[in-house]
């Protein structure tokens, strides 16, 4: 697959899983119960899966090889704690304002790093 092509699914998957995660956020809000928003897991769960997939494709694509350097790996902790965003999206649903601020902060700090590559 070539460049472009792997940074659209890649910036697919980080869409589907913000949405997953502000989904949970809000049918939380309005009192649905877990059952009825598996929808949102599984958005959450597909674009995790996008974005790791992409990631290390877009990596290999730039010719990176071990060891990573610093970027890419605040990139996987970025991704690592989108995943856990999940149980903070589930379990504390009633701090959905600054949980919100959290997700902004995480998408702001990949987009980041992928675009100045600091380190």
Known sequence: MDYSTLRII???????????????LASKATGQTLKK???YHLS?????LL??????????????V??????VRGK?????LAGGAMFLATRFSRFAGPLVVLFALLV????WLAISKPF
């Open 76 to 80: 996987f902790a970025v991704w690592l």
């Open 108 to 111: 702001f700090a990949g987009a």
């Open 37 to 39: 928003t598996w929808l």
């Open 44 to 48: 959450h769960g597909v674009g995790l």
């Open 10 to 24: 890649h910036l697919t998957g980080l869409a589907l899983t913000f949405m997953g995660l502000t989904g949970v």
């Open 66 to 71: 071990h060891p990573a350097p610093l970027w």
């Open 51 to 64: 974005l790791l997939a992409t990631g290390i494709a877009l990596g290999l694509k730039l010719g990176m």
